[in-house]
């Protein structure tokens, strides 16, 4: 079965300071990948989305940015961080194709102070 | 751009009665999918229910049934028999059936629920 795993589980972090959080995807190949920010309060924005090894395309254009290294491997960076990146960022995977749910894990609350 | 917009932030049902949350999108396309996701206070995002834009049959999951009018623009989510683990915030999504279905979903803002015992 596929499983998708997201860490730190929680980040505290000053600003200016960098940041790299990683998601993985295990029990599948090839898939889509996502990255969505969802602030207190408000829905799921999406930030940036890869469908295969070193293709990443950005939704919103800010501070952050995206990497994909490995098939399996999706990770969000900064090189300076925001008081607004603040929030929970979710990474989600879907298999290529129509009528294909997006599979969502655990997510990281970043707290930038 | 696809928009998402659900018009009720917080809503209460009482145990075991019925509730209806709203959604309404906008868009040019014929071809695409929509989704009901619930997001617990563990914050795991749950695949509620699909359904896809061709199909005229509103889906069903057990105690959970979508009201789908193409033609409004409008995909409501109904929750029978409500219990207290329903008590989420949720999500309605859009997704574009462009480019092989390969395309991001697009989120309303959310519907909090609270499940009154």
């Known amino acids: ?113 | 751009a696809q928009t998402v917009t659900q018009s009720q932030p917080e809503m209460s049902v009482q145990e075991a009665e019925t509730v209806t949350l709203s959604c309404t999108y906008d868009t040019s396309e014929s071809d695409y999918y929509l989704f009901w996701y619930k997001q617990p206070p563990s914050r795991q995002m749950i695949l509620v229910i699909r359904q896809e834009a061709y199909k005229q049959q509103n889906a069903t999951e057990n105690r959970f049934s979508v009201n789908f009018q193409k033609a409004a623009k409008s995909f409501s989510l109904k929750i029978s028999d409500s219990q207290l683990g329903d008590a989420a915030m949720y999500f309605c999504a859009y997704r574009s059936g462009f480019r092989g279905g390969n395309t991001p979903l697009v989120f309303g803002k959310g519907t909090r629920l609270s499940v009154i015992a």
């Open chain 1, 1 to 113: 079965s596929q499983t998708i795993h997201q860490w730190p589980a929680t980040l505290v972090q000053p600003v200016g300071s960098p940041l790299s959080l990683e998601c993985t995807v295990e029990g599948t190949s090839n898939p889509n990948l996502y990255w969505y920010r969802q602030a207190a309060g408000r829905g799921l924005q999406l930030l940036f989305y890869s469908v295969g090894i070193g293709q990443i395309s950005s939704e919103v254009p800010q501070n952050l940015s995206a990497s994909r290294p490995q098939d399996r491997q999706f990770i969000l960076s900064s090189k300076k961080l925001l008081l607004s990146d603040s929030g929970f960022y979710l990474c989600a995977w879907s298999i290529t194709g129509y009528n294909n749910e997006q599979f969502f894990g655990p997510g990281t609350r970043l707290t930038v102070l």
